[in-house]
Structure formats: structure tokens, C-alpha cells
Nanobody, 126 residues
Framework: QVQLVESGGGLVQAGGSLRLSCAAS????????IGWFRQVPGKERTFVAA????????SYDDSVKGRFTISRDTAKNTVYLQMNSLKPEDTAVYYC???????????????????WGQGTQVTVSS
């Protein structure tokens, strides 16, 4: 079992920045890659970014490339999503999720991810 807890969401003006955190716990959490997804009401949950177990590999959706940075502090078992140059279209509930690295790395489908946090709201005003 892996438990995930997100924090850091909030309200920000367009062009501003936020940093989301995802704290992982559980006996095997170090074997899992962590992904960030987002969802707006009435739409499917979509991939934002992912990072490997050691932090050496990362992947981004084209919509956030160059604006968002994912990082991982293995000592703290925490993954961060630094979001800069935020746009109103980034408004969503953001979720972190865990997938076993050995079998799931590279997948952008939420269906492949095994564990999920509760989500944190990010609202970007224009």
C-alpha cells in the first residue's frame, strides 16, 4: 500500500506560480514512479507530468512543458510540481498518483496508476 497526500493548491493570478507537494508513505513507496494529473468538472483526468523513483527521469505533457517542473526529494519521500507562468486553463483539481516503476513507467493513462491522493484545487484567475 502507498498513501499519497497532496498540498499546496490555491488561488493565483495568471502569470503567477504555485508549488504542489505530494508526500508518499508506505513500505514500498520507493519503488513507485509518481505522476501528476489534473481534472476539471465534466472532463477526464489528464496527465501532467511524471517522475521516476530516483528522480532521474521525467516526462511532461506538451501543454505544461517549459512552465512546470517536477522534482523528487527521495529523503523526504516527497514529489513537487513547480508551476510557473500559470494560465486560467491550468485551473483544475490536481492529483498525484503512484505507479510501479518497473511495469508502469511511461504510461500517461490514469487507469495504469495504482494509488491516488485526494486532490488539491488550483484556480488561476485571469
Amino acid at each position: 500500500q502507498v498513501q499519497l497526500v497532496e498540498s499546496g493548491g490555491g488561488l493565483v493570478q495568471a502569470g503567477g506560480s504555485l508549488r504542489l507537494s505530494c508526500a508518499a508513505s508506505g513500505r514500498t513507496s520507493s519503488s513507485y514512479a509518481i505522476g501528476w494529473f489534473r481534472q476539471v468538472p465534466g472532463k477526464e483526468r489528464t496527465f501532467v507530468a511524471a517522475i521516476s523513483t530516483t528522480g532521474g527521469l521525467s516526462s511532461y505533457d506538451d501543454s505544461v512543458k517549459g512552465r512546470f517542473t517536477i522534482s523528487r526529494d527521495t529523503a523526504k519521500n516527497t514529489v513537487y510540481l513547480q508551476m510557473n507562468s500559470l494560465k486560467p486553463e491550468d485551473t483544475a483539481v490536481y492529483y498525484c498518483a503512484a505507479v510501479l516503476f518497473s511495469t508502469g513507467w511511461g504510461s500517461r493513462s490514469p487507469n495504469e496508476y495504482d494509488y491516488w491522493g485526494q486532490g488539491t484545487q488550483v484556480t488561476v484567475s485571469s
